[in-house]
C-alpha cells in the first residue's frame, strides 16, 4: 500500500511537471524596463524589452510593441538590437512595431527599444506593452508627474 501511495506521488508530481518543463521552450519576453521611473509630460524616455529564444534550436522570433497608454504615438521610433554572428550585437530599424528575425539563436538575447515622448496628465501612468509571437507579453510603465 505505501509502495503504490509512493508510486502515485511521484506519477502526480512529474504530471504536474512537465508541462512546467515544456512552457518554458520557444520564444519569450523576459522582461520591460524604462529608463526612468517617473517623469513629466513631454519628456522623452526609453521603453525596452529583453526577449530570448529558449529552444529548442533556431527559432522564429517576432517581438513587436502595441498598446501604447498616454505616449505620442508621432513620437515612436523603434530599434531593434539582436546578435550578428560572430561579430556581437548590431542594430536596425524595422518597417513596423515587429522587430521580427528567422532563425534566431537559441539562447541569444533580443532587445527591442523603444524610445517615445510622455503624453497625459501628472498622476497618469504611461506604458507600452511588448509580445513575443505566441502570446507572451510584458508590459513597462513610467509614473507621470509634474
Not at 517623469?39 to 498598446?67: E, I, K, M, S
Request: net charge neutral; charged share 15%.
Amino acid at each position: 500500500m505505501k509502495r503504490v501511495l509512493v508510486l502515485s506521488l511521484l506519477a502526480v508530481s512529474l504530471t504536474w511537471w512537465m508541462p512546467a518543463q515544456a512552457a518554458s521552450k520557444g520564444v519569450r519576453v523576459l522582461k520591460a524596463t524604462t529608463s526612468v521611473d517617473a517623469a513629466p509630460p513631454g519628456a522623452r524616455v526609453v521603453f525596452q524589452a529583453f526577449a530570448t529564444n529558449l529552444g529548442p534550436g533556431p527559432l522564429d522570433l517576432w517581438v513587436g510593441y502595441g498598446t501604447l497608454r498616454n505616449i505620442d504615438p508621432e513620437t515612436v521610433r523603434e530599434t531593434c538590437i539582436g546578435p550578428f554572428f560572430a561579430y556581437g550585437y548590431g542594430e536596425w530599424n524595422p518597417d513596423d512595431p515587429v522587430c521580427e528575425w528567422d532563425e534566431f539563436p537559441e539562447g541569444d538575447v533580443l532587445i527591442v527599444k523603444v524610445v517615445a515622448q510622455l503624453a497625459g496628465s501628472p498622476h497618469q501612468v504611461a506604458s507600452v506593452t511588448f509580445c513575443a509571437y505566441g502570446g507572451n507579453c510584458k508590459t513597462a510603465r513610467i509614473r507621470i508627474t509634474s
